[in-house]
């Protein structure tokens, strides 16, 4: 069962052979919060940060002088028993701002110099509560690819992001994703389209490129309005994502030829316990050294240091995530900024890009994103060639 499921992700993502290769890969995970639900008010968490899931990978075994270099060049590395992201981004607040730290700036040196991977996987919360709509429509089936899909759930999503007071008034009252009443939720939806395609945004993007996403929805949404919507019934109401171990199942089954270590997850653990999964490619550790030696589950100090390291990796890719993730003010008001970028800052900046280009030419596999066609557009922006054009224009002539 799972060997097929590998296959169909395979064969909708277009992978390559390359998921066959015998990796060592080292993982934790940032802005873990057990869970993403509807409150009275909204929702139990801010739905601008992103989980995030990754760390280092590598293919031959990092020498371990090269590793103690990097925790040399961190002199607080010696006061503490675990090295933290908290501790690397010395306080900043924002990624611009962490470009400045000296213990970031050794990190990405270490990673850009000895032309290490990093592999990361996120999700948009928000997003990824939005798209069981599409899904319960009887268009879903012939969407066909992952991007198609993506593109008609982002359309969705935007018209529902759009006026968020509005959409969560009909989460709510509907018990999304419970819903006991179709017609009268997806009448909701339908309003909401209506307005957005009535608003600057939608004229700027979808209206000037003569793209009819939006109504092809709307029709669908019309014409099966009263039939069930099979993956928004059965469900706890308010409950939008109850656990993140699907992406780590995700990861198990992908690079089922990989060894995979993972900082430990108590309900990730319950959960990968209850499946079938016979060859146990993966196992969970303290990063902690002297807590994993309490625990008796102690490797060696390297492996316990690449899932230290790992930590480090995804808060930084947390941070700059939410750095591009941006309304188009916001967008604009970035760039602007960064053309006033000091030559140090925009040193760091390229060599941490140098890191994610790198490490997605070795495997497109490395990076994985649940999230909406805007956002990957931003991520492809400011990881491309077209944000370095910024650097030292004045944008107020």
């Known amino acids: 069962m799972l060997e097929n499921l590998r296959e169909t992700i395979i064969s909708l993502s277009g992978l390559t052979d390359k998921v066959n290769k015998n990796y060592n890969f080292f993982f934790d995970e940032t802005i873990n919060i057990r869970g993403f639900s509807l409150t009275t008010t909204g929702f139990n968490n801010d739905e601008s940060k992103f989980f995030v899931l990754g760390g280092i990978v590598v293919e031959e075994e990092i020498p371990t002088r090269t590793l103690d270099l990097l925790w040399d060049s961190i002199p607080e590395s010696k006061k503490q028993d675990e090295l933290k992201f908290k501790t690397i981004k010395q306080g900043a607040k924002d990624f611009p701002s962490i470009l400045k730290k000296p213990y970031f700036q050794e990190v990405i040196n270490w990673l850009y110099e000895n032309n290490y991977w990093i592999h990361f996987q996120y999700m948009d919360n928000f997003y990824y509560s939005t798209v069981d709509i599409i899904d319960s429509l009887p268009m879903a089936s012939s969407l066909g690819s992952i991007e198609h899909s993506r593109h008609f759930k982002t359309a969705l999503y935007r018209a529902i992001k759009y006026d968020k007071e509005k959409s969560l008034d009909i989460f709510i009252s509907n018990k999304y994703p419970d819903v006991k009443n179709p017609a009268l939720f997806l009448s909701s939806i339908e309003e909401l389209i209506d307005n957005y395609m009535k608003s600057d945004e939608y004229e700027a993007y979808y209206f000037e490129r003569e793209d009819n996403t939006l109504k092809i929805i709307q029709r669908e949404i019309s014409q099966f309005k009263n039939q069930d919507l099979p993956f928004l019934v059965d469900n706890e109401a308010g409950k939008l994502i109850e656990e993140y171990y699907q992406l780590y199942l995700q990861r198990i089954i992908l690079f089922n030829r990989a060894k995979l270590i993972f900082d430990h997850e108590v309900e990730v653990e319950k959960e990968l316990n209850k499946l079938n999964i016979e060859k146990k ?117």
Do not use: P
Not at 298 to 314: G, P
């Open 281 to 397: 490619n993966f196992r969970f550790v303290e990063s902690s050294i002297s807590k994993a030696k309490e625990k008796s589950e102690f490797i060696d100090e390297k492996t316990h240091k690449l899932v230290q390291l790992s930590d480090i990796v995804v808060g930084i890719m947390g941070m700059f995530l939410s750095y591009i993730n941006s309304d188009a003010t916001r967008f604009m008001k970035d760039i602007n900024e960064a053309s006033n970028w000091s030559e140090k800052q925009w040193e760091v900046y390229d060599k941490w890009i140098s890191v994610i280009n790198n490490s997605i030419r070795e495997n497109s596999s490395f990076k994985m994103a649940v999230a909406d066609e805007f956002l990957e557009y931003q991520f492809n922006f400011f990881t491309g060639e077209s944000f370095k054009k910024c650097r030292g224009i004045d944008f107020k002539r």
